[in-house]
C-alpha cells in the first residue's frame, strides 16, 4: 500500500539512525523563557534576529561552531497537541531530527504519539498530478527518529489510514469512480489478508439490493456493493464491529439538478466510504481483537434516461418502501441496504459514515461531524475520547417526534422532509429504520474535506473522526460486548453478578453464568489462564483458582482502578468505566496544566498524594487476596469506607484549588469529573459492603446554503 511507505518514510528508529540527529528542544513558554535568560550574548543576539520571543508555535535554530545546525528549539504551550507538532516539517530545514525531552504522560494519547502523529501528518501532501513535487519534495527529506514510548503501531496506523482517506477523496472523480473505490478496498483486503466480495450491476437486482441499483444504474460505471471481512487468527468469539461507508463517486444531484457551486466538490461524496476504509486500515494494522466487516454501497449519482426520479416509489432490502422527495438525497437510500444486510449479523457496533447533509454543517460547521447513537453510553465514550484526542465531534438527537417530517401517504417512509428544518436529524431518523434489529448503531454525518489548508491538514480530502473512533475502539472494544448482552434478557443481572473479563474469547454464557464484561489496561498480565477461557483476567467465584491480576511497575493508581473494575459487583459497572475515564483525565489534565505552568505546587500535591492514596491501598488488597477469596477480605476491611471517603476529600480538594488557580476551563472540567467520580466510588464501595451512604415557532425557516456535503 503506496500509503504505507510514505507513511513510514518521515520517522526512523533508533536502529534506523544513519549520522547524527539535530537535537530538537521541546519546550512551554515558560521553559523558552526561562532558557533564553541562560544564552550567551552572542546567542541572544541571533534568536532576536530570528524574531523569536518564545511564544507559541515558534521555531528557533541555533547554529554551532562550523556553522552547522547544532540544535533547535520549538514552542508548544500544549505538549499534547499534534497539529502544533505538525508544523515541524514545514518549518525545518532538511535533515534529521531527535526529541531531547523525556515525553511523559499517556492519556489518552502519549506526548511521544502526539509529536509522532503529528510530525507524520505535516508531511502530507497530495500530489499524484503534479508535475513539479519540489515542495514535497523538500519535505520529504525532514525526519524523526521516534522518541522512547511511542507506540509505533497506533501512531502508523492511524497516519496510513489518514493518508489512505484523504487521498481517495482527493482524487478527481475520473479516477476515482465506483470501480476505483472497489480496487481501493481489494488493495487493502490484499495486504491485512482480508476476504472481500462484490456484487455489481443488475447482480444487485437478483442479491436484493434494489436501492443500492436504483441510484446508480443511471451511469456508466456500475453500481455495487463492495463486502470486506477480517479478523485475528483467534477472532471467531471476538466482538464484531461492522463499518458502513457512503460511497457515492459523484453525486451530481440526479434529476434534482445540484448548481454549479454546490456540484464542484462532490468527488468527496464518497468521503464516508474512505473514512471506513482508512479506518478499517488502522483496525487491522494494530490487530485490533475484533471480528471486522466493511460494506461499501458504491455508486455515482447520474443524470440519463434510466435515472430514478422525484416521488418513484423505491423498493429496499428490508422490504420497506421508500418515496423519495428529492433525487440528491441518494446517499441515504443506497446506505439503506448496506445497513440491512449489516443488522443481519447483529455486530456489536454498526457504524455507519457519510458525507450525508448540509444540515449538519449548518449546524456543526465543516471541521465537526455530527455524532447520532442509539446507545447513551457508547455515545458519551466516543464523544468524550474525541474531546482527548482532538478530533472532535457532537453528538446531536434522534429526536422521534421529527419522525413525522418524513412519514409518507403513498410509502412506508419517505426520503426527506418537505421543508428546511431538522434536516441531519431526520436523515438519521430516516436510517434508524433500518437498524432496528442493531445491539448499537452509530451515524457519522461528516464534511470529509478541509476547505484551507493549516498545520497537518491541508486543503483537501480529510479523514474527520477516523482518530476518535479507533481510540475509542481501542478502548472499548470488550465494552460493546457488555452492551450487547446488557440488553439481553436472556442473562438476568444480580448484585454478586461474578465478572469474566475477556481478551481473546468471549465465555459460553447460560443464565446460569450471568456475566459483564470491561477491557482494563493493557500492561496488566495474568499469571494463569483458566481451562476453557482464553481471558486476561477472571475473578472466580469462590476461592479454588487464585489468579494474580497485578503489575508491580505500575505505580500512578490504575491497579486500583483495574481491581475496582474487576471485583466490584455488577450493577456499578459503568460507574466504574466512568471513574477509571475521570480519573485518568483529571491527572492528565494536571499534568497538562504542569507542563503549562498553570497549576499550583499546592494542586500538584493533591494529584500526587491522590495517586499514592490509591497504590497504598492495592498494597492492601494485595496482601488481602494472599488470604483466600479477595471479595470477601475487602468486604471484611475498614479500609474500602475509609479510602472512600479519603477519595471524596482529595477529589473536592483537586476540584477547589482547581478552580482557583487553572485558567483553562477542562481542566476545571476535569476535576469536577474527578469529585464526581470518586462520590459514586464511595457509594459503590458501600454497596458492596452492604452499608448505606448518604427553537421558537415565530423563527423564519433555516437557510441552508448550497449543498457541500451530498444530500441536502
Known amino acids: 500500500m503506496e500509503q504505507t511507505a510514505r507513511a513510514s518514510s518521515y520517522v526512523v528508529t533508533e536502529d534506523q539512525i544513519n549520522g547524527e540527529p539535530v537535537e530538537l528542544k521541546i519546550f512551554t513558554g515558560i521553559e523558552a523563557r526561562d532558557w533564553l535568560d541562560q544564552l550567551s550574548d552572542k546567542d541572544k543576539n541571533w534568536v532576536k534576529a530570528s524574531n523569536f520571543s518564545g511564544k507559541d508555535g515558534e521555531l528557533a535554530l541555533l547554529p554551532g561552531n562550523d556553522g552547522q545546525i547544532d540544535y533547535a528549539v520549538c514552542?508548544?504551550?500544549?505538549?499534547?497537541?499534534?497539529?502544533?507538532?505538525?508544523?515541524?516539517?514545514?518549518?525545518?530545514?532538511?535533515?534529521?531530527?531527535?526529541?531531547?525531552?523525556?515525553?511523559?504522560?499517556?492519556?489518552?494519547?502519549?506526548?511521544?504519539?502526539?509529536?509522532?502523529?503529528?510530525?507524520?501528518?505535516?508531511?502530507?501532501?497530495?500530489?499524484?498530478?503534479?508535475?513539479?513535487?519540489?515542495?514535497?519534495?523538500?519535505?520529504?527529506?525532514?525526519?524523526?527518529?521516534?522518541?522512547?514510548?511511542?507506540?509505533?503501531?497506533?501512531?502508523?496506523?492511524?497516519?496510513?489510514?489518514?493518508?489512505?482517506?484523504?487521498?481517495?477523496?482527493?482524487?478527481?472523480?475520473?479516477?476515482?469512480?465506483?470501480?476505483?473505490?472497489?480496487?481501493?478496498?481489494?488493495?487493502?483486503?490484499?495486504?491485512?489478508?482480508?476476504t472481500i466480495s462484490s456484487i455489481i450491476g443488475d447482480d444487485l437486482l437478483k442479491e436484493n439490493y434494489p436501492a443500492i441499483h436504483t441510484v446508480g444504474r443511471a451511469s456508466v460505471n456500475a453500481?455495487?456493493?463492495?463486502?470486506?471481512?477480517?479478523s485475528p487468527p483467534e477472532g471467531k468469539d471476538l466482538p464484531k464491529i461492522t463499518l458502513v461507508g457512503k460511497g457515492v463517486a459523484f453525486d451530481t444531484g440526479g434529476l434534482d439538478l445540484k448548481p454549479a457551486n454546490a456540484m464542484k466538490l462532490m468527488k468527496k461524496d464518497m468521503g464516508g466510504a474512505a473514512l471506513?476504509?482508512?479506518?478499517?486500515?488502522?483496525?487491522?494494522?494494530?490487530?485490533?481483537?475484533?471480528?471486522?466487516?466493511?460494506?461499501?454501497?458504491?455508486?455515482?449519482?447520474?443524470v440519463s434516461g434510466n435515472a430514478f426520479r422525484p416521488l418513484d416509489i423505491l423498493q429496499t432490502r428490508a422490504g420497506i418502501t421508500v418515496e423519495n422527495g428529492n433525487t440528491d438525497a441518494e446517499g441515504r437510500l443506497i446506505l439503506c441496504d448496506a445497513l440491512a444486510e449489516a443488522v443481519t449479523e447483529k455486530p456489536d457496533l454498526l457504524l455507519d459514515a457519510a458525507t450525508l447533509t448540509g444540515a449538519a454543517r449548518v449546524a456543526l460547521g465543516t471541521e465537526m461531524?455530527?455524532?447520532?447513537?442509539?446507545?447513551?453510553?457508547?455515545?458519551?465514550?466516543?464523544?468524550?475520547?474525541?474531546?482527548?484526542v482532538q478530533d472532535y465531534m457532537w453528538r446531536m438527537p434522534l429526536h422521534k417526534p421529527y419522525r413525522k417530517m418524513i412519514s409518507s401517504k403513498t410509502a412506508d417512509i419517505g426520503s426527506c422532509s418537505e421543508g428546511g428544518y431538522a434536516g441531519a436529524i431526520t436523515a438519521a431518523l430516516f436510517l434508524e429504520e433500518f437498524v432496528k434489529e442493531a445491539?448499537?448503531?452509530?451515524?457519522?454525518?461528516?464534511?470529509?474535506?478541509?476547505?484551507?489548508?493549516?498545520?497537518?491538514?491541508?486543503?483537501?480530502?480529510?479523514?474527520?473522526?477516523?482518530?476518535?473512533?479507533?481510540?475509542?475502539?481501542?478502548?472499548?472494544?470488550?465494552?460493546?460486548?457488555?452492551?450487547?448482552?446488557?440488553?439481553?434478557?436472556?442473562?438476568?443481572?444480580?448484585?454478586t453478578m461474578p465478572l469474566f473479563i475477556a481478551f481473546h474469547k468471549v465465555p459460553e454464557v447460560t443464565a446460569k453464568v450471568p456475566f459483564s464484561i470491561i477491557q482494563l489496561h493493557d500492561q496488566i498480565k495474568m499469571k494463569n489462564t483458566p481451562a476453557g477461557f482464553k481471558c486476561r483476567h477472571v475473578f472466580p467465584t469462590s476461592g479454588e483458582t487464585s489468579v494474580s491480576v497485578w503489575d508491580s511497575t505500575e505505580t500512578d493508581g490504575t491497579i486500583l482502578l483495574n481491581w475496582l473494575t474487576e471485583n466490584i459487583n455488577a450493577d456499578c459497572n459503568h460507574e466504574v468505566h466512568e471513574i477509571q475515564?475521570?480519573?485518568?483525565?483529571?491527572?492528565?489534565?494536571?499534568?497538562?496544566?504542569?507542563?503549562?505552568?498553570?497549576?499550583?505546587?499546592?494542586?500538584?500535591?493533591?494529584?500526587?498524594?491522590?495517586?499514592?492514596?490509591?497504590?497504598?491501598?492495592?498494597?492492601?488488597?494485595?496482601?488481602?487476596?494472599?488470604?483466600?477469596?479477595?471479595v470477601e477480605a475487602v468486604k471484611e476491611s475498614a479500609v474500602m469506607q475509609q479510602t472512600g471517603a479519603a477519595f471524596t476529600k482529595a477529589g473536592e480538594s483537586m476540584r477547589s484549588a482547581t478552580r482557583k488557580v487553572m485558567e483553562q476551563p477542562a481542566v476545571s472540567s476535569a476535576a469536577d469529573s474527578v469529585s464526581a467520580g470518586f462520590r459514586r466510588l464511595t457509594a459503590s464501595f458501600s454497596s458492596m459492603t452492604g452499608r448505606n451512604t448518604a427553537t421558537s415557532s415565530a423563527d423564519p425557516p433555516a437557510v441552508v446554503p448550497e449543498n457541500t456535503s451530498g444530500d441536502p
Not at 223 to 230: C, E, S, T
Open 75 to 194: 514552542v508548544l504551550d500544549d505538549l499534547f497537541d499534534i497539529w502544533g507538532y505538525a508544523s515541524l516539517p514545514s518549518k525545518l530545514p532538511p535533515g534529521l531530527y531527535r526529541s531531547s525531552r523525556k515525553l511523559e504522560g499517556h492519556h489518552p494519547l502519549s506526548m511521544a504519539d502526539a509529536l509522532s502523529l503529528g510530525w507524520i501528518l505535516g508531511t502530507y501532501s497530495f500530489d499524484r498530478y503534479k508535475s513539479n513535487r519540489s515542495d514535497s519534495q523538500n519535505i520529504s527529506k525532514v525526519s524523526l527518529v521516534l522518541p522512547e514510548g511511542v507506540n509505533n503501531a497506533n501512531v502508523l496506523g492511524m497516519a496510513e489510514g489518514i493518508f489512505l482517506a484523504r487521498d481517495m477523496i482527493s482524487t478527481p472523480a475520473e479516477d476515482m469512480a465506483p470501480q476505483h473505490i472497489e480496487k481501493e478496498a481489494r488493495e487493502l483486503a490484499s495486504v491485512h489478508n482480508a
Open 581 to 630: 475515564e475521570a480519573f485518568a483525565l483529571g491527572l492528565g489534565e494536571i499534568q497538562r496544566a504542569r507542563a503549562t505552568d498553570k497549576v499550583t505546587s499546592g494542586t500538584a500535591q493533591v494529584a500526587d498524594k491522590t495517586a499514592k492514596a490509591m497504590h497504598d491501598l492495592d498494597t492492601k488488597m494485595r496482601i488481602s487476596e494472599r488470604t483466600g477469596n479477595a
Open 369 to 388: 461531524p455530527a455524532l447520532f447513537c442509539t446507545d447513551d453510553h457508547v455515545a458519551d465514550e466516543i464523544i468524550r475520547t474525541s474531546n482527548h
Open 276 to 302: 471506513v476504509l482508512g479506518l478499517a486500515h488502522a483496525i487491522m494494522k494494530t490487530n485490533l481483537p475484533v471480528q471486522l466487516r466493511v460494506l461499501i454501497p458504491a455508486v455515482e449519482n447520474s
Open 223 to 230: 453500481p455495487r456493493l463492495i463486502d470486506m471481512r477480517w
Open 439 to 495: 445491539p448499537v448503531w452509530a451515524h457519522v454525518d461528516t464534511m470529509g474535506y478541509n476547505l484551507s489548508s493549516k498545520p497537518g491538514r491541508p486543503e483537501g480530502g480529510e479523514a474527520l473522526a477516523l482518530r476518535a473512533i479507533f481510540t475509542y475502539l481501542k478502548k472499548n472494544t470488550l465494552n460493546l460486548v457488555f452492551v450487547r448482552h446488557s440488553h439481553s434478557e436472556a442473562l438476568p443481572r444480580t448484585k
